[in-house]
């Protein structure tokens, strides 16, 4: 008999992840579950916590098959240990029996000790030089050793595979094929045009998607939640995500974030003038990636709004505005 990660619809993967196996994996890593389960918000991957019997709620992350390979995820699991040791404040998985990455019903999965938090205004001063050292501090660790089997920031999977995905599929209407086509071309042009403009960048291991939302605030301070899609990049990369506004908001909050970050890292002012391509990248990206996830259950219920004619006429648009945004100087700091 095959195993379940054989017979698993890649297009429906987590079709039977239910309770019952969620409470098994659990116990299987040696917690006694006390059957309280409560899916955490989630979209590649499924997260719950689960209570415990006399001790408090654990985190229990299955993985979305076929997504990572296994090394890739240790990879991701030896860097959150490594920031953890460094004082850095990221929740790592637990290490049980030796082992942080686990597998039960073909799932790969890891715990985590439960950390609440509230997402980041970062409208004062002094909250965004705290979130700039903190960066900073990650960065510096990340920069001792490179990734071996995570990614690496490429325009050719940010960019030129989904725009090309999106092209050879249904998902477009016939009216705006030429013109994302177009658009699309356009912009890969003009960003891989600024990348060699900035010339050799310093590449090191960074979170890779930090966006506030990926962010937890307690009294103590910013803690990451999340470090699945951590890569190799520019340091910018994980900087211009907290802006937000207008340009003048922007340059405002990147100057406090560098005076923090400086602190404890070399941050290269080239890299300001990626900002608007390292955005293009993402909204080309982020399209093709909610199009080919559309078959998870998940992804309907969370974003009603996605594929219609109307989403494709507002998404080019947006592209266009966005071409017109890479003629704008860097931001000065």
Known sequence: MPPPSAKRSAATPYADLAPDVVIAA?????FRADGRVLALNSYENRVYQVGVEDSTPVVVKFYRPGRWSRAALLEEHAFALELAAA?????????????????HEGYSYAMYPRRGGRWPDLDQHDDRMWMGRFLGRMHRVGAVRPFEHRRALGVDWLAEEPAAYLLDSDWLPDYQIDRYR?????LIDRIRAAFEAAGPLRRLRIHGDCHRGNVLWTDSGPHFVDL???????????????LAGSREERQGQMRDLLEG????GDFDRVELGLIEPLRALRMIHYAAWLARRWTDPAFPLAF???GAPRYWEEHVRQLTEQLEALDEPPLRV
């Open 261 to 264: 970050y400086d602190q404890f």
């Open 228 to 242: 699945d899609d951590c890569m190799t990049g520019p340091a910018i990369q994980d900087l211009w995500m907290l």
């Open 304 to 306: 009603p709004w996605f």
């Open 182 to 186: 177009d658009v699309t071309e356009a």
């Open 87 to 103: 004082e850095i404040p990221v929740i790592a998985p637990l290490v049980l029996n030796g082992q942080t990455l686990l597998e």
């Open 26 to 30: 659990v116990e299987q890593a040696g």
